[in-house]
């Protein structure tokens, strides 16, 4: 899977906009871009998603620009909930040389009043 | 409610004391992961199910075992903690045989060896 690389950490005022960059410029064809985040200590949680176009859900929204070398995502009203770190996890389908999430430093997002 | 569960979440034990950390989860999923998590190590995976009676190593499986002898049970085995397995455990899972799509993880459990 490819490596990604992500800023240590980001702040955010509550109520704006969170863009959280990541770079994979190694990314292949056939590798999904993840993003999960922890809040302080607890489970992992899944955000989103996405191969080549660009995806939305009901979190966040995830850009992947068009040589997928890079994506951001976006969280559109941040709140103090979304205090977190977040990782950026570029994944092969269906990998059985390795069947797992390689978690790396990931970015710790602030959210601030 | 979909989750996943794990017990004991808290547990100080000493070295060389049998342990089990149960994981459940309800949602019928085929994968089954267990991750530990150490401060500037990030989490590593120690092993994981894709089925059924099918376990196979993650990065750092040593000083632990698991079963899979019902789906929706996936317990981590420590037979004789030391020290260095003092850690905080997640356990993940996935509807896919893989780690794809939306893995769900367990709220975790902080495990102090003395």
């Known amino acids: 899977d490819a490596k990604t690389t992500q800023p240590t950490s980001m702040d955010c005022a509550e109520g704006r906009a969170a863009n959280l960059p990541c770079n994979h410029s190694t990314i292949s064809g056939n590798e999904y871009v993840y993003w999960y985040r922890q809040i302080h200590s607890q489970g992992p949680q899944y955000i989103i998603h996405g191969l080549k176009n660009n995806e939305t859900n009901e979190m966040a929204s995830l850009i992947i620009t068009e040589d997928r070398k890079s994506s951001t995502l976006i969280l559109p009203h941040a709140t103090l909930r979304d205090t977190a770190v977040y990782y950026c996890i570029v994944r092969v389908a269906q990998n059985n040389a390795g069947n797992m999430l390689t978690f790396g430093g990931g970015t710790r997002l602030m959210v601030k009043p | 409610e979909a989750q996943v569960t794990q017990n004991p979440r808290y547990l100080i034990t000493v070295t060389g004391k049998k342990l089990t950390v149960t994981c459940s989860q309800n949602m019928n999923h085929e994968y089954m992961s267990w991750y530990r998590q150490d401060p500037g190590l990030g989490l590593r995976q120690i092993y994981y199910s894709m089925n059924v009676e099918v376990t196979d190593k993650g990065d750092v499986p040593e000083g632990y075992k698991v079963s899979r002898k019902e789906k929706r049970n996936f317990p981590l085995i420590l037979e004789s903690p030391s020290p260095n397995q003092t850690s905080l455990y997640f356990c993940?899972?996935?509807?896919?045989?893989?780690?794809?799509?939306?893995?769900?993880f367990g709220e975790g459990s902080r495990l102090t060896v003395l």
């Open positions: 993940a899972s996935s509807r896919y045989r893989w780690a794809d799509g939306e893995l769900f």
